[in-house]
């Protein structure tokens, strides 16, 4: 239990600091928020991305009265889930609003979260671990709750945040930098080899009582190493000489419920197939992957093609990657409906343009689609094959023309 005045005291400096932020970047995000909507808005995403800033945003835009705990804070550590009760009376019956930065650090926090929700409250909470937050979503919150998923910047938050115009040569910063803002304010890899340890370390192995946290680091750069390949719990088990399988499971579910990996399953119409077929491997940041990955430094068409994942991870698309006889890296469901076959590549030339348009083509009979899209670095043209129409688009250009919103 905590002691009143240590709360009171937290709480007051907390929103002291929200005041002296100025001058952040929009956030596409921001949008994304109805103002009449009543549901529990839970902000989530890997860390550093931005979500407490976000929050801070939504908080300047508030005109009624708001409540806001951040329980990462030393002062509050031992806070329990019988002090919510005395927090709710410090904060008083005349908030509408509440904010709450990583809530899940309190066990039993949705039982609370629930009753402001029942007193007609509007509550906003953030996140860095998946799974914790989802499983007590999906049981006391179920259907009371939106999911937001925030990515380091996009492109175009990109351009805003650095002040820089929209062109080629920033297209091309923009992919080896990534979007975290510690690492663009004065672009030092050591932010983004740090972030990792604070991941992998902290989050992971201290969270679920790894020992052998080695291991888990080579696994985790050996994944970033591959983005774009697939991957497999038995070959990972092989690779690194680990006892069982299910711990390389276990391994790749902690990370991808950091948010830091992804992992893009195989199309098939059988669910069951879905589940078991090797995935590839996708890391939430192209500067991230690039600041602990030797392997970028000549292969930015990995990085492209990792960066077309992100942009179409935001649209909230059902994902998958297409492998009959050729391949197609990424087929995007929207509503059930086949919505977009793509392809990437740095750039379409004698010796790929085969090997690209026969995986495309292929996938594209497959799903009875009469157009499919190569994405690259600067290509912009038009190919016509049996009928078929396929679209060469710059990354660039397809952010702006067929991306509606966010990019
Ligand atoms: N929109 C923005 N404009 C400018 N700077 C930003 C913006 N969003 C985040 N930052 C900066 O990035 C850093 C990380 O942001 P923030 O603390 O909001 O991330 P977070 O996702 O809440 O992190 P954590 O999960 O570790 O709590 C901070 O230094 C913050 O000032």
Not at 43 to 63: A, D, N, P
Not at 128 to 155: D, M, V
Not at 209 to 231: D, H, P, R, S
Not at 367 to 388: A, N, P, R, S, V
Request: charged share 25%.
């Amino acid at each position: 239990m905590i002691l009143k005045e240590d709360l009171q005291a937290a709480v007051e400096g907390q929103r002291k600091s929200l005041s002296k932020i100025k001058g952040l970047t929009q956030r596409e995000a921001l949008a994304k928020f109805s103002p009449t909507s009543t549901h529990i808005e839970v902000i989530t995403g890997v860390r550093r991305s931005g979500k407490s800033t976000l929050m801070r945003q939504i908080i300047e835009e508030t005109t009624t009265d708001f409540a806001f705990l951040n329980f990462e804070d030393p002062r509050i550590f031992d806070f329990e889930i019988g002090d919510f009760p005395k927090l709710d009376g410090l904060f008083g019956e005349e908030v509408s609003i509440y904010f709450f930065d990583e809530i899940q650090n309190v066990k039993g926090w949705e039982v609370f979260v629930r009753q402001l929700h029942d007193r007609g409250r509007k509550v906003f909470i953030t996140g860095s671990n998946a799974s914790l937050l989802s499983s007590e979503l999906g049981t006391k919150l179920t259907g009371r709750h939106l999911s937001h998923e925030i990515l380091p910047f996009s492109y175009t938050e990109f351009l805003a945040y650095c002040n820089l115009e929209n062109s080629n040569e920033n297209f091309l910063d923009y992919l080896i930098s990534g979007g975290f803002p510690e690492y663009l304010r004065d672009r030092n890899p050591e932010v983004l080899q740090n972030l990792l340890k604070d991941i992998v370390f902290r989050d992971i192995a201290i969270r679920h009582g790894i020992k052998n946290t080695q291991t888990l680091m080579e696994i985790t750069l050996f994944l970033i190493a591959n983005v774009g390949k697939t991957t497999s719990f038995n070959s990972l088990r092989k690779t690194f000489n680990v006892g069982s399988p299910s711990t390389v499971s276990d391994y790749l579910a902690w990370l991808q419920d950091s948010y830091l990996l992804f992992f893009l399953p195989k199309f098939s119409w059988s669910q069951k197939s879905i589940s078991k077929n090797a995935k590839k491997v996708y890391c939430v940041d192209t500067g991230f992957a690039k600041a602990n990955s030797l392997s970028f430094s000549k292969d930015s068409g990995r990085l492209l093609e990792n960066l077309v994942y992100l942009i179409l991870r935001k649209k909230r698309m059902d994902l998958f990657y297409f492998k009959e006889k050729g391949e197609c890296d990424f087929v995007a469901f929207e509503s059930k409906q086949c919505k977009w076959l793509i392809q990437v590549t740095e750039r379409v030339h004698a010796d790929n343009k085969k090997g690209e348009l026969d995986g495309l083509t292929e996938a594209m009979s497959f799903f009875e689609k009469k157009e499919g899209f190569i994405l690259t670095l600067d290509q912009e043209d038009k190919l016509i094959i049996e009928g078929k129409t396929i679209h060469l688009v710059s990354v660039r250009g397809f952010i702006e023309n067929f991306l509606s919103g966010d990019s």
